[in-house]
């Protein structure tokens, strides 16, 4: 035999060109077919390519040729136990060990047989594999992964030790990471996890949990991009389509959310990814697939609290007021709610015991509103109270520039702020919505925000307060009593209250099918006498359009009784 020819076709396996050893292994046994270690070179070669028959077939061979070595009886059973043979792989391990205790490769291998039906045995040949070699990477790996459930903390260190003999084994390195993750140690879960990254920049798995991980620390920025990343090295991993649509979803990115929860319900469908599909569309103002989604959840299961109430909620936004009754109604007898109750009373108009609406039924309006709010008022509704009190306030109130303590009542995402920053030292924004005022936030203009009911807010200084505004705020109160109470109290003797209102006549205030309050002029001048305030301009003007209509209504603006003042309307004016 050609020791050179030999050596040149086990550098070829050696260094992954498969193929062409496979020819040499061949050609030397043309020429020497007796040669045991050729057939044993040859099969397993043939082995790691997957040609699994003739890799058994070659290695039986070595085998006759050379009985009783425990190498060659090891990759026998190997190949076997690939062959899914698992019988005759003990067989041939347990030979192999009988003629080699020390053999490390065969006590690794047979463990792996036993490993999910008897993981007592395989603990006991990994830990001899691993006494004769303890740095042995497989060995260590494998009996990580064993006591991966039943004793962590141990795993951990089989795993590391691992690492530790090859500092380029990626399989070990994710594992520890996914331990340290399950336990909520995010900090050496995402060092674990960058180093496995280090090694391989395309590794999606490892890129998605790190994702995950800066998600669970609140930082949505950075946990979307390894989403995203991740997302495009392989769009078929696992879970990634549905982590995307929560993380989209939180983000009022409903386009992107409906997309992702349809790939992912073609994966996996199940009830909670139609429900989630159909809210989706029921904010892309898509009612009719909303419907389709939602029904079909409720045809899966009747009493689905949730879906019963978005269902209300698309009949409402198609006007289809006595459907929108049905589900709220059907609703509300599974789970009451003072929101739904809210509605209702408006859809029925029904009395009421509510004065205002429900703290519940605001934020959940608004912070699913807060993202599209601005748009939605200005380029839909044509909103028109911003601009109106943006000329108003230079024009008629004549303050000074950085003169006020200014409280912005129901602020929203700061439509009206530009204006009150201007002629305000102190702007103060007041809101229900956490997500509103983090829309505001994001306009640099507010001193403070406050995520508090109008009327509860009491200043934090001992200054009294130059300006309020409740633009649009009034519609969800019906009772104004404790808002004027509020605001009379801290108002600075020549400060001034703007606010307006949807009028309604013959009553001081009632609830309208469309769940907003609207107040009669009688009844705001009723409670400026009670609570010393006079009217120092009113007009009537639309306030946006809904339903291709105007929305007409009056915007106010009062200011304290000095104490020789009468009362008296200092203008009135009447536009649109």
């Not at 992954?16 to 050893?21: K, L, P, S, V, Y």
């Not at 929108?324 to 009451?336: H, M």
């Amino acid at each position: 035999l050609n020791e050179n020819r030999l050596q040149d076709a086990i550098s070829l396996h050696q260094e992954g060109h498969a193929d062409q050893a496979i020819i040499q292994y061949k050609l030397i046994l043309n020429s020497y077919p007796e040669h045991a270690m050729v057939h044993h070179l040859l099969g397993i070669t043939l082995a790691q390519c997957g040609e699994i028959k003739r890799a058994l077939s070659t290695l039986n061979r070595a085998n006759e040729l050379q009985p009783n070595h425990p190498i060659y009886l090891s990759s026998l059973a190997n190949a076997h136990r690939r062959n899914a043979d698992n019988d005759q792989a003990i067989l041939y391990f347990e030979q192999a060990l009988k003629l080699n205790p020390n053999l490390v490769s065969a006590h690794n291998n047979l463990a792996l047989i036993f490993f999910k039906s008897e993981p007592n045995r395989a603990e006991k040949h990994f830990r001899a594999a691993l006494d004769v070699m303890p740095e042995h990477v497989d060995a260590n790996y494998n009996l990580g992964l064993l006591l991966s459930n039943s004793n962590k903390h141990k795993a951990k260190d089989y795993f590391e030790r691992a690492c530790h003999s090859d500092h380029a084994f990626i399989p070990a390195r994710y594992q520890l990471a996914q331990l340290y993750h399950s336990e909520k140690s995010f900090r050496k879960a995402l060092k674990w996890y960058q180093a496995v990254v280090a090694l391989d920049a395309d590794h999606a798995n490892a890129l998605s949990k790190i994702g995950l991980i800066y998600l669970e620390q609140d930082d949505t920025d950075r946990g979307l991009d390894f989403l995203e990343r991740a997302h495009r090295l392989d769009p078929d991993l696992d879970d990634i389509h549905h982590n995307l649509a929560c993380v989209y979803h939180h983000l009022k990115r409903y386009d992107d959310a409906v997309k992702h929860w349809l790939k992912y319900s073609m994966q996996q469908p199940d009830l909670t990814t139609t429900y989630n599909i159909g809210v989706c569309y029921l904010y892309l103002c898509r009612y009719q697939d909303a419907q389709d989604h939602l029904f079909e959840v409720i045809r899966q299961s009747p009493k689905h609290y949730h879906a019963l109430v978005n269902l209300g909620a698309t009949f409402l936004q198609c006007n289809k007021h006595d459907l929108a009754i049905e589900y709220y109604q059907r609703a509300q007898a599974i789970t009451p709610n003072a929101a739904v109750e809210h509605v209702l009373s408006a859809l029925t108009q029904c009395d009421s015991n509510n004065t205002s609406a429900p703290a519940s039924y605001i934020v959940d309006l608004f912070d699913n509103y807060a993202m599209h709010y601005d748009n939605h008022l200005n380029d839909v509704l044509d909103y028109q109270l911003p601009k109106r009190i943006a000329h108003l306030i230079p024009s008629m109130l004549h303050l000074s520039s950085g003169s006020c303590i200014t409280l912005d009542l129901g602020c929203g995402t700061g439509l009206c702020a530009k204006t009150l920053r201007d002629v305000s030292k102190t702007l103060i924004g007041i809101d229900l919505s956490s997500n509103m005022l983090a829309q505001a936030k994001k306009k640099s203009l507010y001193d403070h925000l406050v995520c508090q009911d109008i009327t509860q807010f009491m200043p934090a200084h001992e200054d009294k307060i130059d300006l309020a505004l409740c633009a649009d705020t009034l519609p969800y109160i019906g009772q104004l009593e404790p808002l004027f109470s509020t605001v009379s109290r801290y108002m600075n003797v020549g400060g001034y209250w703007m606010f307006s209102i949807e009028e309604c006549f013959d009553i001081d205030y009632t609830l309208n099918k469309n769940a907003r309050y609207a107040h009669s002029q009688d009844y705001i001048r009723r409670l400026c006498t009670q609570y010393r305030l006079e009217v120092f301009h009113h007009e009537r003007l639309a306030l946006r359009t809904q339903q291709n209509a105007y929305v007409d209504g009056v915007l106010f603006i009062l200011r304290p009784i000095c104490s020789e003042q009468t009362t008296q309307i200092a203008s009135s004016a009447y536009s649109g």
